[in-house]
T-cell receptor, first 116, second 112 residues
Framework: GAGVSQSPSNKVTEKGKDVELRCDPI?????LYWYRQSLGQGLEFLIY????????KSGLPSDRFSAERTGGSVSTLTIQRTQQEDSAVYLC??????????????FGSGTRLTVV | GQNIDQPTEMTATEGAIVQINCTYQ??????LFWYQQHAGEAPTFLSY????GLEEKGRFSSFLSRSKGYSYLLLKELQMKDSASYLC?????????????FGKGTKLSVIP
């Protein structure tokens, strides 16, 4: 696609429910990244994919968080048993290769998750 | 680890020049990025510095001093549309070179 697409754009869920967030990167981009942005905080790295593999999952806050990527394209971030502290904007980004020096990442518009 | 500091908020007048500073303490360094983020939108790439000195791109310039762990973003001829958050991000070196560590961002308000 023309840009990085994320869905849904907004999600309100009840505490304890599971949620799935989707990211569709730019076609041909091999690297995909998930970040979390909480109010007043910087972007927090969650996980990175090169192709379908996730070499580094160390940023995932807890074992309630998981992510997968299939076909070297779409990625899904799943949060199980959501808690109120999970409320944040979840941003996905992609790049042609690892951190292009010409433009870094291309970000999606994010999914705003609110846990009530 | 990485520690990146930038001012939380700044205000400047339309037509003026503003400088947004960023200092970093990092275990490794392989480049510094600046992004612009309008409220409710995705961050967009502004500039990249890996060597010391000034990179100029139209109204925006970015400076880096690796020895001082310091960068700034300079915005000239400010326009109302420049009101946004500006994010400083450092790229790690070695095994973590795929990852960007972001500062908390500087919210710039441009006033008439």
């Amino acid at each position: 696609g023309a840009g990085v697409s994320q869905s849904p754009s907004n999600k309100v869920t009840e505490k304890g429910k599971d949620v799935e967030l989707r990211c569709d990167p730019i076609s041909g981009h091999t690297a995909l990244y998930w970040y979390r942005q909480s109010l007043g905080q910087g972007l927090e790295f969650l996980i990175y994919f090169q192709g379908n593999s996730a070499p580094d999952k160390s940023g995932l806050p807890s074992d309630r968080f998981s992510a997968e990527r299939t076909g070297g394209s779409v990625s899904t971030l799943t949060i199980q048993r959501t808690q109120q502290e999970d409320s944040a904007v979840y941003l996905c980004a992609s790049s042609l290769e690892i951190l292009s020096e010409n433009y870094g990442y291309t970000f999606g518009s994010g999914t705003r998750l609110t846990v009530v | 680890g990485q520690n990146i500091d930038q001012p939380t908020e700044m205000t400047a007048t339309e037509g003026a020049i503003v400088q947004i500073n960023c200092t970093y303490q990092t275990s490794g360094f392989n480049g510094l990025f600046w992004y612009q983020q309008h409220a409710g939108e995705a961050p967009t790439f502004l500039s990249y510095n890996v060597l010391d000195g000034l990179e100029e791109k139209g109204r925006f310039s970015s400076f880096l001093s690796r020895s001082k762990g310091y960068s700034y973003l300079l915005l000239k001829e400010l326009q109302m549309k420049d009101s946004a958050s500006y994010l400083c991000a450092v790229r790690d070196s070695g095994a973590g070179s795929y990852q960007l560590t972001f500062g908390k961002g500087t919210k710039l308000s441009v006033i008439p």
